[in-house]
């Protein structure tokens, strides 16, 4: 059966181009005869392994042998029968085992997928079979897709378990298509390692280094050595090998790569595959030579059509990158007196790409390369404008945030990497030349030119959001929270200021950082102007020159500028210097204990013979800290829901009038109401029912130590869609900031807090905490009245689970 397998590959490895020269020139070649064996086990090899990916991979396009085939024979129409005649025989070698190697890593050894597997084990056994190696790599790259895994463990929590199963065998196929390249260079060394030789070279190295670039950077194939020795006098290119390999495998683009009787079977849910399914189907028929690259696709919607112009774009940007390497190689020849010239088309040639018609000849649609598009400007004065951020002073609140995540971070790096360092942090308010101007200065972890590239630069793209992000968290084991999440903080500098300059450098390791970069913007519209920096250390400076008009602290002095940053971050999680020309002060996590919830009041509020004034301090592990007062209404010492303080009939003119006064509790507050009487203008007796809070809910609030400018307890009528709103049978004055690893979910602007799970779950502890505290300050039977109270008014369900987890 073996050797009818073999057959299978032999047979057509006859019928190519390549394999017919190399055969020719093996005849005169003293090494030609393991040559041609290796190839033909190579090729077996490859090809019986490779049938083996559809068991992991099985709704991606096939990369199986007849794929192996097919790149095979692209090579050969892109360098023409002439220029393979030319080259020499380690050339023609490596062509074709790069042909069949390149994606071998597709198919994975079954041990190193069940230990992938284990990643949602609660407790995975190790056993000798199983990969404990390859569990931790899958697991980092599963903890860099946390929203993916949310999903996962929100199917397993419903009991929807097949689901929860299709999404983790999405995860499984995905790491095996983006870490293919490494795997099929691991393994030909370990399988391959010197077996692979041309007479006494050992070529298994130089293999799996072309088969690893085909999946990397195009430019990086010129790292690979352009006149490798391999013999007396007998060279390979191999930067050449791998252009043309990497060509190859991209245009392999045809309905062949996508059986329809395959695809009929198969439940194909994944969109992303689903897309490349029916865009490989269509595709009818190519030519590719060294000339032209013609494919031929008659599209049935227009998304298929879409996404083949799409994938022609790739092609095309592929194509220009090679040539350009192509014409060094060119030049590089005819300066070693090597009469090889290769030749590739400048793009695709799409004239045969159309819309299929019906049995009338009429198109099945009208196709246009047109989607919804944003207007820059528009966009940008959206998000600048009152319709998101409203309030100009948010850009201050946006740098401060943005260096205390930089600076949390590095903290969490230089822990794991052992190293000490304190996180500081500077906001400077002065005036230079005329210039009022706003710096923010960190030592956090900075910026390199990649960062600035993917994430600074572009709008709604969040490192803190990014698989980067996730990967180095993972890779250095770093217990970090950021606050920044949604990427357009920076934008709202432009609201105050025309002009942003960053001076910046990365932390890249231990005693390790990138070169300094400087950066000038000048307004939303602007290129930006990058130049070398001057930074010594890393970490951020942001300068903001203030525009006159808008500048929102011009009209402060500097002991007003001080508390308005103080009140953007009242708990900062490091210290936080604040300078201004006259006053430089410090603000961290003990400022913040000085706050007394009971300042929240202001003048209304007193003592009360009716009410009970508890208050308390927070500092709970699971990441609320504050100050808490709350107000119990009694009667006669004990907990009342209402109280009738005063009764009294009075007659006037043989007319009798009840004044009363009395005390109710309700939501978020305790309510007086009363009666009285009065003499108008034309002497008539006047009877009036007046109501008003007399102790009523308020807060201040932030999350992760930055001001967030809302109320947990609006008007139901001021109540935003979403929104969230204590509704507690009880007032309480929350000064609360929710830090550590807890997080909850704000709208883009920072301005509210959203009602998601996490708000429910933190409202929940709160309330447990809150009533903790009082059962814990007050006897057991006034406890019991107080809770019974409690439960007969309440009307939010996380407030009752809390009360209910009281034990007293």
Request: aromatic share 10%; hydrophobic share 35%; glycine share 4%.
């Amino acid at each position: 059966m073996t050797e009818d397998w073999r057959e299978e590959t032999k047979l057509r490895l006859e019928n190519s181009n390549l394999y017919k020269t190399l055969a020719l020139k093996c005849e005169d070649d003293v090494s030609g005869r393991h040559v041609l064996t290796l190839v033909d086990d190579v090729s077996h090899y490859a090809y019986q392994r490779t049938k083996t990916i559809l068991r992991h991979m099985g709704e991606y396009t096939l990369h199986d042998g007849d794929h192996l085939f097919r790149v095979l024979k692209l090579m050969e129409n892109l360098l023409t029968p002439k220029n393979i005649s030319k080259l020499s025989v380690p050339e023609l070698l490596i062509l074709i085992l790069s042909a069949f190697f390149h994606d071998i890593g597709m198919a994975p050894d079954e041990k190193s997928v069940v230990s992938w597997k284990k990643v949602w084990d609660k407790y995975p056994d190790f056993e000798d079979e199983l990969d404990e190696e390859e569990y931790l790599k899958f697991k980092r790259y599963v903890s860099a897709k946390p929203d993916r895994t949310a999903v996962i463990n929100d199917l397993s929590n419903q009991g929807n378990n097949s689901k929860a199963e299709l999404m983790k065998s999405y995860l499984i196929s995905d790491y095996i298509r983006e870490t293919h390249s490494f795997r099929a260079k691991e393994i030909i060394i370990r399988d391959w390692a010197d077996k692979i030789r041309y007479r006494d070279t050992d070529l298994a190295g130089e293999v799996a280094e072309i088969c690893f670039s085909h999946n990397e950077n195009v430019h990086s194939v010129m790292d690979l050595d352009k006149q490798f020795l391999c013999g007396q006098g007998i060279y390979a290119c191999l930067p050449l090998i791998a252009i043309i390999l990497r060509l190859a495998d991209i245009l392999d683009f045809d309905a062949k790569r996508t059986p329809a009787v395959l695809f009929s079977h198969l439940a194909v849910r994944n969109p992303v595959s689903l897309q490349e399914w029916n865009k490989h189907r269509s595709i009818e028929s190519w030519f590719i030579s060294d000339e032209v690259i013609q494919f031929q696709a008659k599209c049935t919607h227009p998304a298929i059509e879409a996404s083949i112009h799409q994938f022609c774009n790739l092609i095309d940007s592929e194509l220009s990158s090679c040539n350009n390497l192509i014409n060094k190689l060119n030049e590089y020849h005819r300066g070693n007196n090597r009469d090889l010239c290769i030749q590739i088309p400048f793009q695709v040639d799409r004239s045969k790409i159309t819309t299929k018609k019906d049995i009338r000849g009429n198109p099945l649609y009208m196709y246009r390369d047109t989607q919804f598009n944003l207007s820059k400007n528009q966009v940008i004065d959206l998000l600048m404008g009152t319709k998101l951020y409203g309030d100009p002073e948010v850009a201050l609140r946006e740098l401060i945030q943005n260096s205390i995540d930089a600076c949390l971070l590095r903290q969490a790096l230089e822990k794991e990497w052992g190293n000490s360092y304190t996180p500081e942090i500077t906001v400077g308010y002065k005036t230079e030349e005329n210039e009022d101007i706003l710096e923010v200065i960190d030592n956090g972890i900075g910026m390199d030119q990649y960062i600035i590239d993917s994430y600074y630069t572009k709008v709604g793209s969040s490192f803190y959001k990014s698989s980067d992000f996730y990967d180095m968290k993972s890779e250095f084991n770093a217990s970090f929270t950021p606050t920044s999440r949604f990427g357009i903080g920076i934008l709202s500098c432009f609201m105050v200021a025309d002009t942003l300059i960053v001076d910046t450098r990365r932390v890249y390791g231990p005693h390790e950082s990138s070169e300094p970069i400087n950066l000038t913007v000048e307004g939303q519209e602007s290129i930006f102007w990058i130049k070398s920096g001057k930074r010594t250390k890393p970490g951020t400076s942001t300068k903001l020159i203030l525009r006159k008009k808008t500048n929102p602290w011009n009209r402060m002095d500097d002991k007003q500028f001080i508390e308005a940053v103080e009140s953007a971050i009242p708990n900062p999680p490091c210290k936080i210097k604040i300078c201004t020309a006259t006053i430089t002060k410090e603000r961290d996590q003990n400022s913040f204990r000085t706050i007394d919830a009971l300042s929240l009041g202001g003048t209304e509020w007193s003592e009360h013979d009716n009410i009970n004034k508890i208050q308390f301090s927070v500092n709970d592990k699971s990441g609320i800290v504050g100050s808490i007062a709350v107000f119990i209404l009694e009667k006669e010492g004990h907990p009342a829901d209402q109280i009738k303080l005063k009764s009294k009939d009075v007659e006037i003119d043989f007319e009798t009038y009840n004044l009363e006064k009395s005390y109710k509790l309700t939501e978020n507050a305790i309510q007086m109401s009363s009666t009285t009487i009065s003499i108008t203008i034309g002497n008539e007796i006047e009877e009036s029912f007046s109501s008003s809070s007399i102790v009523k809910s308020k807060s201040r609030f932030s999350l992760h130590g930055i001001e967030v400018p809302t109320t947990l307890f609006p008007d139901y009528w001021r109540t935003q869609r979403n929104q969230v709103q204590i509704k507690w049978p009880i007032p309480v004055l929350l000064v609360l900031d929710v830090c550590g690893s807890r997080d909850l979910d704000l709208n883009s602007s920072r301005t509210q807090v959203l009602l998601t799970d996490k708000w429910f779950q933190f409202e929940e502890d709160l309330a447990y905490i809150v009533c903790e505290a009082i059962s814990e300050k007050v006897e057991e039977n006034y406890w019991n009245i107080l809770k019974d109270i409690l439960l007969t008014n309440a009307k939010s369900q996380p407030f009752i689970n809390g009360l209910n987890k009281v034990n007293r």
